[in-house]
Nanobody
């Protein structure tokens, strides 16, 4: 199983980015997928999940600004980041959980994750 993120970068407050995650050796449609992030000197935090039969779920800190989605044809996972704030600056990781629930997860509930892509938001 391999997950590879892309799309990070530097933007100003209020800007947007779209993170992508490509998966190999499994189908994103059939598993719970998510994004978590880690800012410097802070714990990792799950910010969005989407399951095979459950809709998107978001952390309060990003609700209304971020959108998680899957492209089942291309086998990609996305995270659209809008209205970015400096506190969104972090390393963002794509993650997969092949079995089990897909709600109320902590980052350690995921079995696989990518190497991360960095988002920097300047004020």
């Amino acid at each position: 199983v391999r997950l590879v993120e892309s799309g990070g970068g530097s933007v100003e407050t209020g800007g947007s980015l779209r993170l992508s995650c490509t998966a190999s050796r499994f189908t994103v449609r059939n598993v719970c997928m998510g994004w978590f992030r880690q800012a410097p000197e802070k714990d990792r935090a799950v910010i969005a999940t989407i399951g095979s039969d459950t809709g998107p779920s978001y952390a309060d800190s990003v609700k209304g600004r971020f959108t998680i989605s899957k492209n089942n044809t291309k086998n990609f996972l996305y995270l659209q980041l809008d209205n970015l704030k400096p506190e969104d600056s972090a390393m963002y990781y794509c993650a997969a959980r092949p079995a089990g629930r897909c709600i109320g997860l902590q980052w350690w509930d995921f079995n696989y994750r990518g190497q991360g892509t960095e988002v920097i938001v300047s004020s």
